[in-house]
């Protein structure tokens, strides 16, 4: 490489650092700005979710069970049919082995629905929202207010 071809490259050099220079100048203040934005978004996010939240004491864990009982009578038509019913329990596993069952008259049956229903809410709500907790702790941002 000549003396010409050698500072032609140096001079590409110089203005590619000088283009990088200028390209990270740049971006760095929209970076900024997006993340701030981010953050913004992100909290407001966790606000709309927080404020999505069912009522903390319409709730209840378990299951809607449907049963059937046949009586025994050997004339009675739950010998060939599914049996008397339906009745409802709502079935609770509290532990290994330690199931309870409660009567759920049919009256009752939509209410305890909803209160299931919104047991089911809030677990996805606050998965959600713990989310964009940990995003917020990624960036450094998670507020101290306890």
Do not use: W
């Not at 809030?122 to 959600?128: A, C, D, G, P």
């Amino acid at each position: 490489m000549g003396p010409p071809a050698k500072a032609e490259q140096q001079n590409k050099s110089k203005k590619k650092g000088l283009t990088e220079r200028l390209v990270c100048y740049i971006t760095h203040p929209r970076q900024l700005m997006k993340r701030k934005k981010t953050l913004s978004s992100l909290k407001r996010k966790r606000s709309r979710l927080v404020a999505r939240l069912p009522d903390l004491e319409r709730l209840l864990r378990g299951s809607l069970v449907e049963r059937y009982k046949k009586c025994g009578k050997s004339g009675c038509h739950c010998v060939q049919d599914r049996g008397h019913g339906p009745a409802y329990y709502l079935s609770v596993t509290f532990g290994p082995g330690k199931t309870r069952s409660y009567y759920v008259s049919a009256k009752q049956k939509r209410r305890i629905l909803k209160y299931l229903g919104n047991y089911q809410k809030l677990r996805e709500l606050t998965e959600q929202i713990m989310s964009v907790n940990r995003e917020l702790l990624e960036q450094g941002e998670l507020e101290d207010d306890c």
